[in-house]
């Protein structure tokens, strides 16, 4: 299948700090991505649809001035959290969907973010 | 979408077939069924997807009666690396909607 790759697959940063996370699409184009968050034991809840060239859909109680999502070509997207917490600390997954392959929703590897 | 229902959790041993199946009363007729499975500290990754009928692949089949009110995923002789959670979703055959996870059926294979 499709491969989604993010980068970087871990960090850890200190409580007030910003995190970038980088997620590609490497053998096709994406124009919508997706950014997943997931917490011990529990399933994973959707954040926000990046569409490329235009602003990210947030979920309801997603805060989009924390969660910056940029979708900036076709193959990149980019989930920045601003002024990170200890409760930001979680597992952070994109995907996108393969147009070539009846729109299969491919994912990445994840981030799992660690703030102090 | 519809609301899927599946088992919170399954055992085997190795070399059973398992299956799980999973519920979707209320699936649109646009809805195909995806199924993932997903490893700690990984993302999902897709296994299978049907509309109707039988699809088979190399990892797993997909059995999906006539009222596509429920669908069951059929592991042939798992191995300890099958333990996993699996994940039942309906997907839209067109547009640019994401998928939408319930609870999954964490599968445990043991010795």
């Known amino acids: 299948g499709a491969v989604v790759s993010q980068h970087p697959s871990r960090v850890i940063c200190k409580s007030g700090t910003s995190v970038k996370i980088e997620c590609r699409s490497l053998?096709?184009?994406?124009?919508?991505m997706f950014w997943y968050r997931q917490f011990p034991k529990q399933s994973l809840m959707l954040m926000a649809t990046?569409?490329?060239?235009?602003?990210?859909?947030?979920e309801q109680g997603v805060e989009k001035d924390k969660f910056l999502i940029n979708h900036a070509s076709l193959t990149l997207s980019t989930l920045t959290v601003t002024s990170a917490h200890p409760e930001d600390s979680s597992f952070y997954i994109c995907?996108?969907?393969?147009?070539?392959?009846?729109?299969?929703?491919?994912f990445g590897p994840g981030t799992r973010l660690l703030v102090l | 979408l519809a609301k899927t229902t599946q088992p919170i959790s399954m055992d085997s041993y190795e070399g059973q077939e398992v299956n799980i199946t999973c519920s979707h009363n209320?699936?649109?007729?646009?809805?195909?069924i995806t199924w993932y499975q997903q490893f700690p500290s990984q993302g999902p990754r897709f296994i299978i997807q049907?509309?109707?009928t039988k699809v088979t692949n190399e990892v797993a089949s997909l059995f999906i009666p006539a009222d596509r009110k429920s669908s069951t995923l059929s592991l042939p002789r798992v191995s300890l690396s099958d333990t996993a959670v699996y994940y039942c979703?309906?997907?839209?055959?067109?547009?640019?909607?994401?998928?939408?996870f319930g609870s999954g059926t964490r599968l445990q294979v043991q010795p």
């Open positions: 049907g509309y109707k």
């Open positions: 990046s569409n490329e060239g235009s602003k990210a859909t947030y």
């Open positions: 053998d096709f184009q994406a124009t919508t």
């Open positions: 995907s996108a969907r393969d147009f070539r392959q009846q729109e299969t929703q491919y």
């Open positions: 979703l309906p997907k839209k055959d067109t547009g640019r909607r994401a998928l939408t």
């Open positions: 209320n699936i649109a007729t646009n809805d195909y």
